[in-house]
């Protein structure tokens, strides 16, 4: 390994929808005898690549401490190995922020109980700068006084901010860095890249004393050798007074993936649809038992696993949707998403026990009604039930949610209930996953999806879904247990605009057959408001007022007394309509004649 250099994944995939750049890399000690500079590049293949993108990150540690070369090296080793274990499900900025934060908190634990807890400036510490190249977005991540910039012509845009505190005119600090506090401060930007742009990382040992001119000059004529580029620009520096250490990345992008063709999509695409399935037929290793639903989308079918004799469900795609990719691409998803979850609150689906001759997917079997069937046969379930069943709901949202996953089609019919009261959330085609959304192609593309009734009113102003979004959904399903209707009836489908949404009204869930505490009637409110920012929080938050009187939400609500209690609302306008003529008849005896 070259000193200062982690070593590079093999070369770009060749396929001809992938990503593909080229990078040129250049790292040298300069006039110090030790290099506390550290690089690195990482250009994964197949699905890795599709799913994680390219990383190029380089840390220069400062010259105040002796060990800020080993911080560097921790960094960018760490940060790339850990970075590709990340969940695949998490968006690149939550993922490489939460590598980072662990990084920062152990290089700062290291200084604290090291020999210099009382000068962090000679302990763990480094400047770090990164970009995640994923898909067409280049994902720029900074802390320091490296830079990070475009190339433009004969100009370099800078993309970041030095970090530093200047005391004086040539006298200055780092205000910022990798391990320097407890909390770290990061910055973070995101930039859609074309084919052909060009991208710099370099420490200030190199744009302090290189003009851009002469780096843009340098890169254009070795645009066919990178490493030589970098190599001539570090040269440079050096000839032009540079005591620091030098490193440069230059990061060329070749080509940009096709957003329609990722790992299950290409999947879809290869897979034949399979043969008319009846009972007793055969589809690699399991054993149809019975149709259990069909529709112009679908088959599901009861099968038998031959090798593990347990019961589990064979989803099938409907011919009528062979020409759909987006249909085809979700149905898939369905299934990648399942395997990804571990919650006895959200559906399986078994691991893959070898190659499919077919397009089909498989889940566990869940034996029980829906929610849909449930309200149906209790239209009056106590207040307990209810809470019992939401909880369950959320604990199956929350887990969703920590993998940066919106389910986005909640409602009854999508709710199991066992033959022991447990609920599963099931149909994830629409579950909205953050690092596939960043890849493009379909998942990518905001759609309004699910059943109107439990869309949350954003969807119909074309905004993306959020947590909250889900919990718009749970608020209606948990009215709608509570009262059998809905809080907006059809309202909501027709507000499509934010001046049609601040229109509507709520209905309140007490009526004469049932009546439901006020603060819990608050609490749903809360939840099903047409603005998203003044739900919840939290789900937690939803729960614990679902289970505590919160005395706020009932004299903040400021509905009207006809929205609150119609009845009552009458009965008082009748009694004062009553006094009103009574009183007119007594001070008018001749009115009645």
């Known amino acids: 390994m070259a000193a200062g250099r982690a070593p590079r994944a093999p070369d770009a995939l060749k396929a001809g929808n992938a990503l593909r750049i080229e990078v040129g890399q250049c790292s040298d000690k300069g006039a110090k005898d030790v290099n506390q500079d550290f690089h690195g590049c990482v250009h994964p293949r197949g699905s890795l690549l599709a799913r994680k993108g390219v990383v190029v990150a380089l840390a220069d540690g400062i010259s105040s401490s ?11 080793k760490s ?19 939460r590598v980072l934060a662990a990084i920062n908190s152990w290089l700062y634990a290291q200084s604290r109980h090291g020999p210099h807890r009382f000068d962090l400036n000679r302990g763990y510490v480094c400047t770090f700068s990164a970009v995640v190249l994923k898909a067409t977005s280049a994902h720029v991540f900074h802390i320091g006084d490296a830079r990070i910039a475009y190339l433009s012509g004969e100009r370099l845009e800078p993309l970041t901010e030095e970090h530093r505190l200047w005391v004086a005119h040539d006298k200055s600090y780092l205000s910022r860095a990798l391990g320097m506090r407890e909390r770290l401060e990061l910055d973070y930007r995101r930039y859609n890249v074309e084919e052909g742009a060009t991208l710099v990382l370099m420490t200030d040992g190199v744009y302090e004393h290189v003009s851009e001119r002469d780096i843009a000059r340098v890169i254009r004529e070795h645009g066919d050798n990178l490493d030589l580029a970098a190599r001539r620009i570090v040269d440079r520096a050096r000839r032009n ?3 620091d250490n030098l490193t440069i990345q230059i990061v060329r992008v070749d080509q940009l993936p096709v957003p329609e063709l990722d790992v299950v999509g290409e999947r879809a695409a290869l897979l034949p649809f399979p043969p008319a399935l009846r009972a007793n037929s055969l ?7 019975r149709n259990i639903h069909s529709s112009a989308r679908s088959h599901v079918y009861l099968a038998d696993e031959l090798n593990t004799r347990r019961p589990v469900v064979v989803k099938t795609p409907s011919v009528d949707q062979r020409d759909n990719p987006d249909y085809l691409e979700r149905f898939l998803t369905e299934e990648w998403v399942a395997r990804r979850l571990d919650n006895p609150h959200l559906l399986k689906a078994p691991s893959d026990g070898g190659r499919r ?7 566990e079997y869940v034996e029980g009604q829906t929610l849909e069937q449930w309200m149906r046969d209790n239209p009056r379930p106590p207040l307990e039930r209810v809470r019992g069943i939401v909880e369950q709901i959320v604990k199956g949202l929350r887990a969703l949610h920590r993998q940066e996953m919106i389910h986005q089609d909640l409602r009854p019919a999508n709710i199991m209930i066992d033959r022991h009261g447990g609920i599963k959330l099931i149909d994830f085609g629409s579950v909205r996953v953050a690092g596939i ?22 969807y119909f102003l074309g905004e993306p879904g959020t947590p909250r979004s889900d919990q718009f959904a749970l ?51 809360k939840a099903v408001h047409p603005n998203p920012s003044k739900r919840y929080d939290t789900l937690s938050e939803f729960l614990h007022d679902l289970r505590h009187p919160n005395p706020a939400l009932v004299a903040a609500r400021g509905a009207p007394l006809i929205e609150r209690h119609p009845l009552l609302f009458w009965k008082l306008l009748s009694l004062t309509l009553f006094l009103l003529v009574l009183a007119l008849v007594v001070t008018h005896p001749g009115l009645h004649a």
Request: proline letters at 4%; charged letters at 20%; aromatic letters at 10%.
């Open 66 to 76: 002796e060990v800020s070369q080993v911080a560097a090296e921790t960094a960018v």
């Open 79 to 97: 940060f790339i190995t850990d970075y590709y274990a990340t969940a695949e499900a998490w968006s690149v900025k939550t993922a490489v922020h």
């Open 241 to 243: 007074g540079s005591t």
């Open 283 to 289: 589809l690699d290793g399991y054993r149809i038992l």
């Open 357 to 363: 001759s077919a397009l089909y997917t498989v889940f």
């Open 437 to 458: 959304a960043e890849s493009g192609g379909p998942m990518g593309r905001q759609q309004r999806l699910g059943t109107a009734q439990y869309t949350a009113p954003e």
């Open 475 to 525: 608020g209606v399903i948990c009215y709608q247990m509570l009262s059998g209707r809905l809080p907006y009836g059809a309202g909501v489908a027709r507000a499509t605009s934010r001046a049609a949404q601040r229109k509507l009204r709520y209905r309140p869930l007490g009526n004469r057959d049932r009546a439901i505490p006020q603060w819990v009637d608050g609490c749903v409110r």
